[in-house]
């Protein structure tokens, strides 16, 4: 409640008195680095997220390369023994045993695989398929024995993979031409053909997974990046709605009231009171200042904003200095003379002119030289007081309380009087229409209590 109650005072603030443009170049500037630092990181985000799907694009890459290179690794092998198998070149068996021993592409694949997605499936897909390759490996040493024994090579020239094979009785007895017969027959077999089929389809199923891996990575890096992109959008859209408020409130708060300024001070006419705070209160002086050159220039004669009986300012000059001077630092009293009618009634009007004058002279001398005394009607007197606030309520009872002595004796034929007053202070939440309304509270109070007496507004307005 007390921070709704903050906000409010600030708005009417505000709405009265215009907003500082320090306050407003500051909440801009703010706003306009918060929303730029927020603009950066978003950005920088979204970058890390373009090299992260790229990262993940290329290890796929690499990881279909290594699966690829599991099958050709595989093929390569089953070339090669079946070249030695057919045509009995040993240069076929060494290509064939530098690739399993040497080269070893399924393993360098299968562990390359391990390190960087060994807990997926398509690694174990992977890793079943160079096991099928493996186990195939002992079909292809029993060929090259058989074809070893078949071509009548020595056998101690060849690995020992080959060299500690076990030919069956019946293929260790055979005829070298059934023994190189039954090599191709394992080697071109059903058995040997449902083995390699097995092999290619866990590649291919390895492939498979690592692609809807990637599809699913893609996806949700796709929807991370379409946020951040909406992000961007909307940090843009603010911080351009930022620029065109500067530019907008700059236009309306400063340039245009300082361009009918310009224009008015031309014409030699009074400024109106709107724009910035600052602006506001140049207006404010400029009006003072001009107040008193157009009694010579335009002939505003002292008559024209002075009481004639009094001397004081009149109605009209109370209007423009209320409208000119420091709500939030100044004081309004409102003198009334008590029982003014009933003077004028029993001594006449001359006498009643005699009791003004000798009041208002009373008052008059009672302020300070800064303060205006007005005449704002028959018996009413205003007095706005400057650079004040209500820790001078103990000074104005005092001074009420002395003008009243003075007034009480009578004096040239003058009969006695009293007065009554109504004091208001000003604040930073109220117009000059207000702070009157609240010292004419203050003055009917003070009437209704007993007169010569002062009241000061203590409402919540």
Request: hydrophobic share 40%; proline share 2%; glycine share 4%.
């Amino acid at each position: 409640m007390k921070v709704f109650l903050k906000l409010k005072k600030g708005f009417t603030r505000i709405r009265h008195h215009g907003v500082s443009l320090r306050v407003v170049n500051n909440f801009l500037l703010v706003m306009a680095v918060v929303i730029s630092a927020v603009l950066f990181v978003a950005m920088h985000l979204t970058t890390s997220m373009h090299e992260q799907m790229n990262e993940m694009t290329e290890r796929l890459i690499e990881w279909q390369r290594d699966c690829y290179n599991v099958q050709s690794a595989s093929d390569y092998l089953t070339e090669n023994i079946r070249n030695f198998v057919i045509t009995g070149e040993k240069k076929y068996l060494d290509q064939y045993f530098e690739e399993a021993k040497v080269t070893r592409r399924r393993d360098i694949a299968l562990e390359k695989m391990e390190k960087l997605h060994g807990d997926s499936v398509a690694y174990r897909d992977l890793k079943e398929a160079i096991k099928g390759s493996v186990e195939l490996m002992n079909k292809e040493y029993y060929a090259a024995r058989l074809a070893v024994e078949a071509y009548s090579y020595d056998l101690e020239e060849y690995p020992e993979e080959v060299r500690n094979v076990v030919l069956d009785a019946e293929d260790l007895n055979a005829e070298p031409e059934e023994k190189r017969s039954r090599a191709e027959d394992i080697l071109f077999g059903e058995d040997y053909g449902k083995d390699k089929t097995s092999i290619s389809q866990n590649i291919n199923n390895c492939i498979n997974d690592l692609d809807q891996d990637l599809n699913y990575d893609q996806k949700e890096i796709s929807k991370k990046l379409d946020m951040q992109v909406l992000i961007e959008h909307i940090l843009t859209v603010l911080l351009i709605v930022v620029m065109l408020g500067t530019v907008i409130l700059t236009f309306y708060l400063v340039i245009r009231p300082l361009e009918k300024c310009v224009e008015l001070i031309r014409e030699e006419k009074d400024i109106p009171i709107n724009g910035a705070y600052e602006i506001q209160f140049l207006a404010k002086t400029y009006n003072l200042i001009h107040h008193t050159n157009l009694e010579s220039k335009e002939k505003l004669t002292y008559e024209a904003t002075h009481d004639k009986l009094t001397g004081l300012y009149n109605r009209r000059g109370y209007d423009f200095l209320i409208r000119n001077v420091e709500i939030e630092s100044a004081a309004l009293l409102l003198f009334d003379l008590d029982r003014f009618k009933q003077v004028n009634d029993e001594n006449g009007h001359d006498v009643g002119d005699k009791v003004l004058i000798r009041a208002s002279d009373a008052i008059y001398s009672s302020f300070r030289s800064q303060d205006y005394i007005c005449r704002i009607g028959g018996d009413e007197i205003a007095v706005i007081m400057v650079k004040t606030d209500d820790s001078l309520e103990k000074l104005l009872k005092k001074k009420l309380q002395k003008l009243n002595g003075k007034l009480k004796n009578p004096q040239d034929g003058v009969p006695p009087i009293s007065v009554s007053v109504g004091v208001a202070f000003g604040s930073d939440t109220i117009t000059s229409e207000i702070l009157f309304k609240h010292a004419d509270n203050a003055l009917y109070e003070a009437k209704n209590g007993g007169r010569s007496t002062i009241c000061f507004y203590k409402g919540d307005d």
